[in-house]
């Protein structure tokens, strides 16, 4: 028999909580002290320590499976037992992404591919999954897209990555505008450079021209981005939509 939890926390699912960003929202909202709080559902590819840890801190509030978003029978499976261990669903927050640096002319075929499929395909397949459970609810509901200023500004070496950003933050406007109505909220997050695993192709060098070039003088951190997040998420937020909201020390300006 399945276990269902507490049937006020706000059920939000997270792509690719495990580490970097994704694990900073996870953990954040799952310390939400204010009523009625969150279930997180999330997964990736490789489990790591901190998800052990949140799946002991937070039995009944956290949700954590391994898998490939890449994985179509795999996703499907994923959320329907999500929503079997907690009813209320509420949000989404498309974050897993992957990057391989390198000009386009010589950027192998299957990187220029697996990048698509990841941060753009995959991301529009979760979120008509989340979207068909999501309907049957009554209530309201947010979707975060977390983007990326390379989404909006040229970076040489991430023309693809760059592309599957925009195409990201056009999915928001488009998803916006059908949601509307249905008091569904959708909103792009783009945060400027952060040190993350996947930011690590990135050399030293590279990392203090991206400060020196940032008026805030340094580079992002998951808590920069997160409480911004937490607002979209928020009641307070029903009224911001179809937005790509920069956070970004002033980089990109
Ligand atoms: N880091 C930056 O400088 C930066 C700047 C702007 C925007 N962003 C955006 O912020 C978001 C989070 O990035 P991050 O820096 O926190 O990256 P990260 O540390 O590499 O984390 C990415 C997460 O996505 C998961 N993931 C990747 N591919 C997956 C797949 N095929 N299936 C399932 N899960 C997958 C990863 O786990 P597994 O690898 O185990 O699957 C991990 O949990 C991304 O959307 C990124 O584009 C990052």
């Not at 939400?32 to 937070?58: C, V």
């Not at 002319?105 to 753009?120: G, R, S, Y």
């Amino acid at each position: 028999m399945e276990k269902k939890y507490d049937p006020n926390k706000r059920h939000i699912i997270i792509s690719g909580g495990s580490k970097g960003l994704g694990y900073s929202l996870c953990q954040s909202l799952l310390e939400d002290k204010n009523y009625p709080g969150y279930f997180i559902s999330t997964f990736s590819r490789t489990k790591t320590a901190e998800m052990d840890e949140l799946l002991q801190r937070y039995p009944d509030s956290f949700y954590y499976a391994e898998l490939d978003i890449h994985d179509g029978k795999a996703l499907i499976d994923y959320v329907e037992e999500a929503c079997k261990r907690s009813s209320n669903l509420y949000g989404l927050i498309n974050n897993a992404a992957i990057v391989q640096a390198g000009v386009l002319a010589t950027l192998p075929e299957v990187e220029i591919m697996k990048m698509l499929e990841v941060n753009v395909t995959s991301a529009l397949m979760l979120t008509r999954l989340f979207l068909r459970k999501m309907l049957q609810e009554e209530g309201k509901g947010r979707i975060v897209n977390i983007s990326s200023i390379c989404g909006l500004r040229g970076y040489s070496g991430l023309a693809v990555y760059s592309a599957t950003k925009a195409a990201l933050d056009g999915f928001t406007r488009g998803l916006a505008r059908e949601l509307g109505s249905r008091g569904i909220t959708v909103n792009s997050v783009a945060p400027g450079y952060m040190r993350t695993d996947l930011s690590a192709s990135l050399s030293d060098e590279q990392l203090e021209q991206i400060k020196r070039r940032t008026p805030l003088g340094r580079l992002a951190e998951g808590i920069d981005i997160v409480p911004l997040v937490r607002f979209l998420l928020s009641e307070e937020a029903s009224f911001i939509t179809s937005q790509t909201i920069v956070v970004d020390g002033g980089i990109s300006n």
